[in-house]
């Protein structure tokens, strides 16, 4: 595996809806991630969306970015041929702090709003499954 030395650097909730349900047992789940650099800061950005919603309609939705400084100029060392490739490990590692953050985030809006869906823990992620490939982003030298 792959090892990137970083730091959390910033966590942006992008947006949140809410909607008014007194069901919870009929629930689909869904979730997606995308990533995106700055060379120019050293960081990688993990875009992740999740969605609660029942047979008519979606009831809930999260949309964050999660910021990670990378450290002593390891965004340098993964370009090789004028392309920046970052392998799955770091990328499925990167997304579960993501998934962590938003599970916190989820629960505590829910939990203030006195949504029945702080009675909701956001599931366990298998991103071994859902982040498969790695991430290549072209580099003008």
């Known amino acids: 595996m792959s090892v990137l030395d970083y730091k ?3 966590i942006i909730t992008k947006s949140f809806q809410l909607k008014k349900t007194d069901r919870i047992d009929n629930l689909r789940f869904s979730l997606s991630f995308q990533f995106k650099v700055s060379i120019e800061d050293s960081a990688i950005c993990c ?7 029942n047979e008519k309609e979606q009831v809930m939705e999260l949309s964050m970015e999660c910021y990670f400084k990378i ?7 993964l370009i090789h041929d004028n392309v ?7 990328l499925q590692y990167l997304a579960t702090i993501a998934v962590g953050a938003a599970r916190g985030e989820i ?5 203030m709003a006195d949504s029945i869906l702080k009675e ?7 991103l071994t499954t859902i982040i498969t490939t790695p991430s290549k982003f072209p580099v003008e030298i």
């Open 8 to 10: 959390i650097d910033k």
């Open 71 to 77: 450290l002593h100029n390891g965004l340098d060392s």
């Open 84 to 90: 920046l490739t970052i392998e799955t490990e770091p």
């Open 47 to 53: 875009i992740s969306e999740y969605e609660f919603s």
């Open 107 to 111: 629960h505590a809006r829910c939990d």
């Open 120 to 126: 909701i823990v956001l599931p366990p992620v298998n």
